[in-house]
């Protein structure tokens, strides 16, 4: 995937200019290290087969990626917030999303570094 794919570019170059660049660094490590939190709720609610605690944790995860603009991952969350399939397939989601994520964060790493 591209970082047009990955990323709201237009929301992060906005965030470089109005909050400037070691800001918007300092909001993506912020996020990587939310991140590890998120995925391990929300594979805990798979551990656990609960449905509220799925939702409520991929609800979370849907909302900082939004801001944070990693389009890819925030539609996958989307996708599967309200899912009610198999616990067997929501565990291929989160496997996915976990991949999703990894790959957002290196775009957005990447396209930060490349600015100014």
């Keep these: 995937m591209n970082n047009i794919n ?10 470089v200019d109005n909050l400037g660049k070691d800001i918007v660094q300092q909001m993506l490590d912020l996020y ?13 609610a798979i551990t656990e087969c609960s449905q509220p605690l799925w939702q409520e944790h991929c609800h979370k995860m849907k909302g ?33 999303l976990s991949e999703f994520n990894n790959a957002a964060i290196s775009s957005f790493t990447a396209w930060l570094s490349e600015q100014n």
Aim: hydrophobic share 35%; proline share 0%; glycine share 6%.
């Design 6 to 15: 990955q990323l709201d570019t237009d929301l992060l170059a906005g965030y």
């Design 32 to 44: 990587i290290q939310q991140s590890v939190v998120y995925l391990r709720d929300i594979k805990e």
């Design 64 to 96: 900082a990626t939004g801001s944070v603009g990693l389009t890819s991952v925030h539609a996958k969350l989307v996708a599967i917030e309200k899912s009610n399939d198999t616990w067997d397939v929501k565990e291929d989601y989160y496997n996915e």
